[in-house]
């Protein structure tokens, strides 16, 4: 009896703080979205009016609409070439050993041990000395590196429940090596694949510390450029801005979800 | 396979060998997996692998198969060396333990992956899977995923799979330990159909004395690592070449002693059998079966014994005696009511020209 009670008090406890959780890590977005609706000058919660008007200059203005292009056509890259090399060196790591293995494991994640504002001005330098600071390549790289601890861990959690079994079975069925990544093991990863690849659009997208130093003039990416309209105006453009943001990351998420499913179902 | 055929004299000097292991070593660091193992398999046999657990069995199997380069020593199938060759170059088709069937592909699929890696064309692509599935007898579930599957039919389908491509050597590694003991019985019986339908050279691997005996052709009786007896299963029960066969296949009784100058064995606790044996340091082995109660207690060769304990396991009771301190293991059948108790004495006969005696210094 007394010991219902006190189960019962439990969960009704963890159910309170999951609820606060929750709604503490979803209220600045809340908030965000919420504003960007507003009919008034200012930011403001709770909104004043409902009117898509920050909207409407949003999407009229040049540099939000190049920022969010700019960033789009980043994130898109660096999953792309952090999905090959992170596969890569996951692959390495957790198939051979090779002299120069435990180096190789630990600059994959190094940059998650480095503060970001150190790479962002360790990079700035390089590339200023490189003499490539009005290029894309800074932000490229930048990013890269970023990313790729994400996808070396998450490729390297799915090789290692990956059976290895299965491709000998299917070296035994006269496979090459290649054939065999090409067949088997890439399909069977398929799903840790992807949410690598969110990962790093997920990280490439939201960034503002290293970006902050490795944008131009040509290429600012939306993150950075919207703190700086903040710094210097206070209207709700910023806010309709930033709901842009969080609908274009979820429609990523949930179109790489559909394909982690439909290739279950299939 | 053209690959097959680098060197004409290997395929004249292997003979009717379609799988051919030339002393071959495998070692792990300190363990010396596989030591100087010579074997051959003949072209259409079932040859079985059998041994303790960590003989070396399946290094063995994988050496055929590629998967492990031996520290010595050459592998060759259909007269080629095949000792450095990738698993993809030989022409063996494997069942894993664990069938390994792909998940993300139908039965059908499976079946033809390694048909569409050999490149055939479609059209006879499909006309082997479905021929290949009528053999295993699961036509129906072509189209299903390994995951809808029992553990008998994918079983079945692992070996369709294999088969497919007309492996030159079938290789199996304890494919039925997944299964429970009535369907291990049963896929046995279907597997050695299966063989003989096909009529493909096997090489199988098993712990499981009863699998071995009831499938193979012939036995390799392996014990850390190196070959202890290759034999026909008669062979190998009948005539065990070292105490450790002996002991291992089937029950017996090992009485260590002295086989004398007129041909009879004495064991170290003084018990005598006459026999026309080799002189020399020797063990007796005595199978169950080797003894008979004896209604006479006069009659010649009869001993005394006490029995120890007699253990009742329906229909026949199996008793472990002492005579004059050796232990020996017999089985009877006696009426109900009737049977010994541990202490009783017993009278018993021993057919001294069914036990086998191995000299001593017959193995290294
Ligand atoms: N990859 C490996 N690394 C180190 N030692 C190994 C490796 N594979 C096998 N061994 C060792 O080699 C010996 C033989 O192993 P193997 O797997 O061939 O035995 P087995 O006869 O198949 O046994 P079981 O009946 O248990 O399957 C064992 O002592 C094992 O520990
Ligand atoms: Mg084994």
Not at chain 1, 125 to 142: E, K
Not at chain 1, 221 to 228: E, H
Not at chain 2, 105 to 123: Q, S, Y
């Amino acid at each position: 009896m007394r010991s219902d009670l006190v189960d019962h008090v439990m969960t009704v406890f963890g159910a309170v703080v999951r609820g606060l959780v929750y709604s503490m890590l979803a209220l600045p977005a809340i908030l965000v979205v919420a504003s960007s609706f507003t009919s008034s000058d200012t930011m403001s919660f709770p909104p004043t009016g409902l009117s898509l008007r920050w909207y409407k200059k949003a999407f009229d203005s040049e540099v939000f609409m190049s920022a969010l292009w700019t960033s789009t056509y980043v994130a898109v890259l660096v999953s792309i070439i952090a999905l090959a090399i992170g596969f890569a060196a996951a692959f390495a790591i957790n198939r051979f050993s090779f002299r120069g293995k435990m180096f190789l494991q630990g600059l994959a994640f190094s940059p998650l041990i480095v503060p970001a504002v150190v790479l962002g001005i360790g990079l700035l330098q390089l590339f200023a000395w490189l003499d490539l600071t009005q290029t894309i390549y800074p932000l490229l790289l930048g990013h890269l590196v970023l990313a790729i601890p994400y996808v070396v861990r998450t490729v390297l959690a799915s090789l290692s429940l990956h059976d290895q079994m299965l491709e000998q079975a299917a070296m035994n069925l006269r496979a090459t090596p290649v054939q065999v990544i090409r067949r088997i093991t890439l399909p069977l990863i398929l799903p840790g694949l992807l949410s690598a690849a969110i990962f790093a659009f997920v990280t490439s997208f939201g960034n503002v510390t290293v970006s902050a130093f490795l944008t131009y003039g040509g290429n600012v990416t939306l993150p950075v450029q919207i703190f700086t309209y903040v710094n210097t105006s206070y209207d709700p453009v910023a806010a309709a801005v930033s709901t842009l943001m969080i609908i274009v990351t979820l429609a990523v998420i949930l179109t790489v979800e559909r394909l982690i499913g439909a290739e279950r179902l299939a | 396979m053209l690959a097959l055929l680098p060197e004409c004299e290997n395929v004249r000097e292997a003979g009717d060998f379609v799988v051919e292991l030339k002393s071959v070593s495998k070692r792990y660091g300190e363990v010396l997996a596989v030591a100087k193992v010579s074997l051959g398999v003949r072209r259409g046999e079932l040859l079985c692998l059998l041994g303790p657990s960590g003989c070396g069995k399946t290094t063995t199997l994988r050496m055929v198969a590629g998967f492990v380069e031996p520290t010595s020593g050459t592998v060759s199938i259909n007269g080629a060396d095949m000792t450095h060759q990738p698993p993809y170059r030989r022409d063996t088709g494997m069942v894993f333990q664990s069938y390994a069937l792909f998940p993300h592909m139908t039965v059908a699929e499976n079946i033809a992956f390694g048909l569409e890696n050999l490149k055939w064309p479609r059209d006879k692509r499909e006309a082997r899977v479905e021929e290949m599935l009528k053999l295993v007898e699961l036509p129906h579930l072509a189209h299903r995923f390994p995951s809808q599957l029992s553990g008998g039919q994918q079983q079945r389908i692992a070996l369709a799979r294999a088969l497919a491509m007309r492996p030159a050597v079938l290789l199996l590694d304890e494919p039925f330990s997944n299964l429970d003991a009535l369907l291990r019985v049963r896929m046995r019986e279907e597997l050695r159909e299966v063989v003989r339908t096909v009529n493909v050279t096997t090489l199988f691997v098993t712990h499981d004395q009863e699998e071995a005996l009831t499938m193979s052709d012939r036995i390799v009786v392996m014990n850390a690592g190196h070959v202890e007896q290759v034999g026909t299963p008669g062979d190998i029960y009948e005539a065990p070449s070292t105490p450790f066969v002996a002991r291992f296949i089937g029950w017996c009784s090992l009485l260590k002693g002295m086989v004398g100058p007129d041909g009879a064995f004495t064991s170290s606790a003084e018990l005598r059998l006459t026999g026309n044996w080799s002189a020399g340091p020797s063990t007796a082995v005595i199978r169950p079966e080797h003894i008979k109660l004896s209604a006479d207690s006069a009659a010649g060769s009869s001993h005394q014994a006490r029995v120890l304990h007699a253990h009742y396991y329906g229909g026949a009771t199996r008793l472990l005696l002492d005579l004059n301190g050796e232990h020996l293991t017999m089985q009877e059948r006696f009426s109900f009511g009737s049977q010994p108790k541990p202490g009783d004495v017993v009278d018993i006969t021993i057919n001294t020209h069914e036990i086998r005696v191995i000299p001593a210094d017959e193995r290294p």
